[in-house]
């Protein structure tokens, strides 16, 4: 397994930006494929985007496609969360997690986590 801290959040306005930040720790980081998933109150769980451990296959959720982009960097060990035109529902607390699986859009097929932080999106 892999340790994950998060980074990044904070409060926005509508239409503005917030770049997220996944700090991996372990010998073989590069290995994992990675995923960002959100969770709103009351609500369930939900992938974001995920990137493959290369970074060159990356999904995203119909949601945010277009507004924001995942990414990462093998030298610093970080993934990224590029947030984009920013919208009121996309108010959550957001986690990165870590698979061996390649990217996958089902939070049961990921077996690290992070402790999450917070986005909120003011109208």
């Known amino acids: 397994q892999v340790q994950l801290v998060e980074s990044g959040g904070g409060l926005v306005q509508a239409g503005g930006s917030l770049r997220l930040s996944c700090a991996v720790s372990?010998?073989?980081?590069?290995?994992?494929?990675m995923g960002w998933f959100r969770q709103a109150p009351g609500k369930e769980r939900e992938l974001v985007a995920a990137?493959?451990?290369?970074?060159?296959?990356?999904i995203y959720a119909d949601s945010v496609k277009g507004r924001f982009t995942i990414s990462r960097d093998g030298a610093k060990n970080t993934v990224y969360l590029q947030m984009n035109s920013l919208k009121p529902e996309d108010t959550a607390v957001y986690y990165c997690?870590?698979?061996?699986?390649?990217?996958?859009?089902?939070?049961?097929?990921?077996?690290?986590w992070g402790q999450g932080t917070q986005v909120t999106v003011s109208s």
């Open positions: 990137i493959s451990g290369s970074g060159g296959s990356t």
């Open positions: 372990g010998r073989t980081a590069y290995i994992y494929a």
């Open positions: 997690a870590a698979t061996l699986y390649g990217p996958r859009r089902y939070e049961k097929e990921y077996d690290s």
